[in-house]
């Protein structure tokens, strides 16, 4: 059993849970904007509070690792290293479209999801990368990964084998809308939250599967590319 604080910043949602043995307690999260530096560090003492647990009584931290937004992860993970520091407690780190999956998951098990042949479906999160290109990984109906994490621009032809071979081609996730049409894929709505790291942070958790706090970085999965601003300065 494990009490741990999970924080997910790596698009535009800001989401901070508390998970007791795999199990959500507590849940702050907004979708205003990316305004994660004001917002994680708010959620995280309101959460903490509300549940009367110190800092220091928490017996891990869990962040998203991405891929997705290069600045929502790096502020994610600095906080969570800063805490991570100040208590001495171990990080892990979960994979966000993993994660992601993880949600869709449980919606369904929920009946939130109303999708035909979810058993015989292939699972699908995207995280938008701007334009038709999105960060994805593929997995079954037990959300056991099939595939590596890639970023993919999206054509007619992408992913062809899997969605033939199964009943259902399912996405979701921020870069999933604008790629219904181009694949003929069931889009459901699922959005990220760091309730989707209950479960695998336990798992991490009980096989001891820490990263190192000084030097881990986000899984960004492309470099971040820094463009001139078209408008003048004066």
């Not at 220091?56 to 931290?61: F, I, K, M, T």
């Not at 084998?161 to 081609?169: A, E």
């Not at 958790?205 to 463009?227: I, N, S, W």
């Amino acid at each position: 059993m494990a009490l741990i604080l999970c924080i997910e910043t790596g698009t535009d949602i800001c989401s901070v849970a508390l998970v007791d043995n795999g199990e959500l307690i507590s849940l702050r999260e907004s979708d205003s904007g990316r305004d994660h530096a004001k917002r994680v560090g708010v959620f995280v003492d309101e959460i903490l509070k509300q549940n009367d647990i110190q800092p220091e009584q928490l017996d891990a931290v869990a962040v998203g690792e991405g891929p997705g937004s290069y600045t929502g992860l790096r502020i994610g993970v600095s906080f969570a290293k800063g805490l991570c520091y100040g208590t001495g407690k171990p990080l892990i780190a979960v994979s966000s479209l993993a994660a992601l999956t993880a949600v869709a998951m449980e919606d369904y098990q929920a009946g939130i999801l109303d999708v035909d042949n979810w058993d015989q479906s292939l699972l699908c999160p995207m995280i938008d990368a701007r334009r038709m290109e999105v960060y994805t990984q593929i997995f079954d109906a037990s959300a056991k990964p099939l595939t590596e994490v890639a970023a993919e621009v999206v054509t007619a032809d992408s992913f062809a084998d899997m969605r033939s071979s199964c009943k259902n081609f399912i996405i979701f996730g921020s870069g999933a809308a604008k790629c219904a049409d181009c694949l003929g894929a069931t889009l459901i709505n699922v959005t990220p939250s760091a309730r989707g790291m209950a479960s695998l942070a336990e798992q991490k958790f009980q096989r001891k599967e820490f990263v190192d706090v000084a030097y881990f970085e986000p899984y960004y999965l492309k470099d971040f590319v820094v463009t001139t601003s078209r408008k003048p300065l004066f």
